[in-house]
């Protein structure tokens, strides 16, 4: 398996809290995501990074922001949760650009209540 | 954008069936299609992929076809088993900078034995 740590891997808060989920990799892949899976969505795009402090917005990226200081780490925040931010986040990372495999990791729960 | 539509949703088959999941892109950029299978409680992972420049791939049960011109993929696995029940993605990448994969929205496939 990739080396790929996902932490919280659940987490219950409330509404307009601020929330960061972290994405630790060993790989040292230059590419790392952020995508949140939804029934009926599958996997969507919320963020991404090139490499350290080189990042771009998916397409789901209002109300999130990310921050990559270090290869190996790529955190994901939401400023103020909102209950439709309730969703399983999925980080990602990858060698190759273009034409090369995601290694998923293995998902953090979060419940806006 | 790129959009990624996924038929059926749902798949239930007999164990030793065939299975096809069908997937359509609409950015006749995208040059990349990969299939992801998701298990219970994981993250998803790469199980086959196909570039444009190639019509057929196959990996043993598994295969994935890809039709340019009708901006349609898709991935056939034969003999079904047990194991193979899981949640199949399709995804396209429409970008020439990182592996921005557009997905499909799954397709959950029951093997009954």
């Known amino acids: 398996d990739a080396g790929i740590t996902q932490s919280p891997r659940h987490k219950v808060t409330e509404t307009g809290t601020p929330v960061t989920l972290r994405c630790h990799q060993t790989e040292n892949h230059r590419y790392m995501y952020w995508y949140r899976q939804d029934p009926g969505h599958g996997l969507r795009l919320i963020h991404y990074?090139?490499?350290?402090?080189?990042?771009d917005k998916g397409e789901v990226s209002d109300g999130y922001s990310v921050s990559r200081s270090k290869t190996e780490d790529f955190l994901l925040t939401l400023e103020s949760a909102t209950s439709s931010q309730t969703s399983v986040y999925f980080c990602?990372?990858?060698?190759?650009?273009?034409?090369?495999?995601?290694?998923f990791g293995e998902g953090s729960r979060l419940t806006v209540l | 954008g790129e959009n990624v539509e996924q038929h059926p949703s749902t798949l239930s088959v007999q164990e030793g069936d065939s299975a096809v999941i069908k997937c359509t892109y609409s950015?006749?950029?995208?040059?990349?299609f990969p299939w992801y299978k998701q298990e219970l409680g994981k993250g998803p992972q790469l199980i086959i992929d196909?570039?444009?420049?190639?019509g057929e791939k196959k990996d043993q049960r598994i295969a994935v076809t890809l039709n340019k011109t009708a901006k349609h993929f898709s991935l056939h696995i034969t003999e079904t088993q047990p194991e193979d029940s899981a949640v199949y993605f399709c995804?396209?990448?429409?970008?020439?900078?990182?592996?921005?994969?557009?997905f499909g929205a799954g397709t959950i496939l029951r093997v009954k034995s």
């Open positions: 950015d006749s950029a995208s040059n990349y």
């Open positions: 990074s090139y490499g350290v402090k080189d990042t």
């Open positions: 990602a990372i990858s060698g190759a650009t273009n034409t090369g495999e995601l290694f």
């Open positions: 196909i570039r444009s420049n190639v």
């Open positions: 995804a396209a990448s429409p970008g020439p900078r990182g592996n921005k994969l557009v």
